[in-house]
């Protein structure tokens, strides 16, 4: 499937949708972050009374709430590697990275590194995603089957995606011991006074967590989003999602991406007023709105052998 084109904006139009907000950009990333601490409150509160059927039940919830709430703050991480925080490139990264990156061990810029190709060459040779996906064949061969779909998802829900979570790693992880300062002061403080204030196995049960909602929950949702970006063809399909789909894969505008692609200036709170003005200028001659349902009946549909 090519990609259709979508309206072209004037100028004007483009300027007046490509200014940059921090205030609204920290506003998201920190009502993001109240709810892993919410989920993580809940936790440790059973855990201090030994109440180990709370705990247990708590701790499952928070894992798979801290994986979801950590891809939606991802979403925010990837307008930090388009300098759309702030025009300040300095303060774009440094917000981008505390608030984001520097909890995942990663950095903004080693993103934006990766990132860039997908841009200017999406689908071809230059493009590190499908490089990625190369990596890991298993999990994005086609034709996917509503069988093989099941499967799939369950096998990351479970953990048995982990493969994908390392590779991630490894293309934008740290590529030196500079790439560690940030991380480690993050990690550092944080379980430093968790240590103070509840103990060292409330700080150690907290990276627990964290460490199993990366290998679960996160590239859960991570996974359900890749494929319905690019995934199975040259082009960005142009999906809509409500609800619970929004709400954990397709977070901060991110079922725009077609939009995004076309002018990636456009921070993350203005990309639904994008689509609304390409759709009005389009008059029903674009490319048409998909559901992630119609999205998974053409990959069920397409080999890539």
């Not at 499937?1 to 300027?15: F, P």
């Not at 430093?192 to 949702?221: E, K, M, N, P, R």
């Not at 007023?273 to 029903?284: F, I, K, N």
């Amino acid at each position: 499937m090519q990609s259709v084109e979508i309206a072209r904006l004037s100028g004007e139009t483009i300027r007046a949708l490509a200014r940059r907000s921090p205030f609204r950009w920290l506003a998201a990333a920190l009502a993001d972050w109240l709810v892993i601490v919410a989920a993580y409150a809940v936790f440790l509160f059973c855990w201090t009374r030994g109440a180990w059927l709370w705990c247990s039940i708590s701790g499952l919830a928070a894992v798979v709430i801290v994986g979801i709430w950590r891809h939606r703050l991802s979403i925010l991480g990837h307008d930090g590697a388009h300098y759309l925080i702030t025009q300040n490139r300095a303060l774009n990264h440094l917000l981008s990275d505390f608030f984001v990156f520097w909890p995942n061990f990663l950095y903004t810029r080693n993103y934006e590194r990766f990132h860039r190709p997908h841009h200017q060459g999406l689908s071809t040779g230059i493009d590190l995603e499908l490089q990625h996906k190369a990596l890991n064949p298993s999990m994005w061969t086609l034709p996917l089957s509503p069988q093989d779909f099941r499967r799939r998802i369950w096998r990351s829900a479970i953990g048995g995606n982990w493969r994908e979570a390392m590779l991630i790693m490894e293309m934008i992880g740290p590529k030196g011991w500079r790439d560690l300062v940030g991380p480690l002061l993050w990690w550092g403080t944080a379980m430093g006074l968790l240590g103070i204030t509840l103990g060292l196995s409330a700080a150690l049960a907290v990276q627990v967590i964290w460490t199993l909602a990366t290998f679960t929950s996160f590239i859960t949702v991570f996974h359900l989003r890749m494929l319905c970006e690019h995934h199975g063809t040259t082009g960005t399909y142009r999906i809509q999602t409500h609800g619970l789909a929004r709400l954990s894969c397709f977070p901060h505008g991110e079922d725009c991406h077609l939009e995004h692609h076309r002018y990636p200036a456009v921070p993350f709170f203005r990309l639904a007023e994008l689509r609304r003005v390409c759709l009005a200028r389009e008059q029903g001659r674009g490319q048409p709105l998909m559901s992630m349902a119609e999205v998974f009946q053409r990959l069920a549909s397409i080999s890539t052998d």
